[in-house]
């Protein structure tokens, strides 16, 4: 069932909007609820925002620790910084492929605001301030413009959240429909193609360069395996991602 990405500065409001959003659902639907975030997974935010690597890592923990929870009847609330739009790309490809609408709740704060309650914080809870203000250089603002940022809700901090908005962005709208399977495309020109065509695959200017046949379970097989090189290389240009499957395709085949 549903996903929502939380997204803000740190120390904007996200935990504090995502608890809300969880009351609200345990009382007005009879789904098991779920919040996924930096603290039930026991991160410490200074080691793992001070190393690229760490921070890598987490955001896979996170996505794994989504895709594992989302299913035709939980509800899944995602408590974290999702600061990096291609990120937030990934999990909206994850609700095409489970076929369950999202959304986004946007905490809006300015910098100097999340600074002061960042300091206001026991020390235990505080980012370091060099963390504070990378992370704040570094954020990457939604926009509703991009398909995975919508629909989008922006929260100030006096703002009432928008509940039934956002139920009704959950549970009335349509799932995003699935992207053209690239494995189908090839599967099916095998039919009517010759070792040596050049295969159009959906997304994708570059072709497969088909030098011989093969079967679905070996097509399954480079799909995951893309996926889990994409993991530990995430790229921001979510445009090329599509040409990058194509190109990998191409050398796995051959």
Known sequence: MPLVVMCGYPCSGKTRRAEELKAHFEKSTDRQVYSVGDGALGLDRNSVYADSQK????????????????????????????????????????????????????????????????????????????????????????????????????????????????????????????????????????????????IPVPGATEKVALTRSVNMAELRKLRRQFISYSKMHPTENTSQIANMFVQYLNKGLH
């Not at 100097?112 to 505080?126: D, F, K, M």
């Not at 413009?145 to 956002?166: G, M």
């Not at 399977?181 to 090839?186: E, H, N, P, V, Y």
């Open 55 to 198: 921070e890598k890592e987490a955001r896979a923990s996170l996505k794994a620790e989504v895709e594992r929870k989302v299913n035709k009847d939980n509800i899944v609330i995602l408590d974290s910084l999702n600061y990096i739009k291609g990120y937030r790309y990934e999990l909206f490809c994850l609700t095409k492929h489970t076929q369950t609408p999202h959304c986004l709740v946007h905490c809006l704060t300015s910098g100097e605001e999340s600074s002061l309650w960042n300091r206001n914080r026991e020390s235990a809870e505080q980012y370091s301030q060099d963390i504070f203000d990378a992370l704040v250089k570094r954020f990457e603002a939604p926009d509703s413009r991009n398909r995975w940022d919508s629909p989008l809700f922006t929260v100030l901090k006096d703002d009432v959240l928008p509940l039934d908005a956002i139920s009704d962005a959950l549970f009335k709208r349509k799932a995003p429909p699935p992207n053209q399977s690239t494995q189908s495309a090839i599967f099916n020109a095998q039919k009517t193609s010759v070792p040596g065509d050049l």
